[in-house]
């Protein structure tokens, strides 16, 4: 829906609140008395073969390293069952799985055998393999990797781009790490621009939803401690929690798993078996949609609306997985019955909207997107490349670089942003960031830390920038307009 206007507030109780005047025209709706003469029970035919028709798509991207044979062992364990118990209904047509390793820089340490592996993809086994034979190839490292890092952003791109997402209704993609990633700037990284803000607009692009289960074993603290220096733990759980911003961005998807790690692993891909088989189960009886009310209830809800990490700490735990998971499910059942019921919008339609659930203030109510063409998103990418570029290699310093940019342009601003030297349709938007408001004096505030920190973030959505411009997934073509005039819905989030 177009934004027509917005208003910013700031409330003592919500925050910042912005307001915004949303519309919609309805080009072919048709007359009220026609809809309203059409067989009801043609609609619900046609809904409940839709219905039927619904595939749950799952893939599993999995840290094959030493310390993760656990694991593996009982995510294999999760695909049987979920197989089996969905093949003695009938339903095993409406479950599909994938299954992506990741290891490391092979340069660094060559026994460690391959950086990333697809071992199943959707669409079934490969030619000759059986479920079983392709489950059973993934097997843990024999080698170690050269220290506690692992690339798991390049395993994770990998289920993105590589994987036949076609052939699945639901994406839900399921990492499974006990160590932190290789991130942007890391010389190991097999794309040292790739950071959590740059996977996070990649699955966007295709509608992934992106979980991430974290396994902070005491072996991860002692090693990590021993071999770098500091907890690897801590850092995991920064970049990973940034990876939150897939699906439903209100409800956390970072889970920390501790305590009894494997047990509460374990106990909550239990869970997630009964609830898709259920699901699938009450799917393909009814022929409609159904809310999963039994898990979906408002206390798991609200430890999944609080922010930050959500802590699996033993089985009575495992809940808030199913629940999260639970969520996603309904969602993508509603935009596949939306698409091919034949629902119509109004004729008309225009009224005012939070950007925040008012009844629970951290959660987002709306995602609001820019259209940008392959031409503006181009601009924009290079510009922020120019500026990263020169803070970087530190020729200049902030008042320097601020002038040189000045003297550029003819202008003349006394204490200009970074918002300047960027496109102006972006001051016309109800955005604002750190990074675009940034001046000389709040540059310098924020210490050496703090600003490489920025900049790992920015380069990380420059990243994205460049692979959303190279492929076509994700661009429209507006009516009568050249096929060069397409358009991206660019998340606002996404802006630098």
Known sequence: ?????????????????????????????????????????????????????????????????????????????????????????????????????YRD???????????????????????????????????PASAPTLNWREDAFAGIDMAIGGLNWGAVDTRLVFLITDASPRSVGDDLASDRRMGPETINALAAQRNISLFVLHMQTEETATVSLSSEGYDDTERGKQLYGRMSQTGDAAISKYFSVQGQTEQAFADSLHLVAGLVIDQLSKLSQAGSLSRPETIMDDPLIA?????????????????????????????????????????????????????????HPDRRALSVSVFVTREQLGDLAQRLSDIVDRLRQKELGMGDFFSSVQAEAGSAAVDPTFGSFLPSYLEDLPYGSKFINMTAGTWDDLGQIGRDQLLDEVEAKLASYNRIYATQDGWITLDERALEDQVYPLPLRDLP
């Open 303 to 359: 430890a999944l609306s609080a922010g930050g990490p959500v802590v699996i700490d033993d089985s009575k735990d495992a809940p808030l997985v199913a629940a999260a998971v639970a969520g996603e499910i309904f969602r993508y059942q509603t935009e596949y019955l939306g698409a091919r019921s034949g629902v119509e919008a109004p004729d008309f339609y225009r009224a005012w909207a939070a950007d925040k659930d008012i009844s």
């Open 105 to 139: 820089n092979t340069d660094a340490a060559k026994d460690v055998g391959y950086l990333r592996q697809v071992f199943r993809d959707f669409g079934g086994p490969t030619e000759g393999m059986t479920l079983s034979s392709s489950i059973e190839r993934m097997q």
């Open 1 to 101: 829906m177009p934004v027509l206007d917005f208003v910013r507030t700031d409330t003592d109780t919500h925050g910042d609140v912005t307001i915004l005047q949303l519309a919609a025209l309805n080009r072919d709706s048709t007359d009220s008395a026609t809809a309203g003469s059409q067989p009801v029970g043609q609609d619900r035919v046609s809904v409940e073969a839709d219905a039927r028709d619904f595939k749950v798509g799952v893939a599993f991207v999995i840290d094959t390293t030493r310390s993760m044979g656990p694991y593996i062992d009982r995510a294999k364990r999760f695909v049987r069952d979920i197989s089996d118990g969905l093949a003695s209904r009938g339903l095993q047509d409406q479950f599909d799985f994938a299954l992506v390793g």
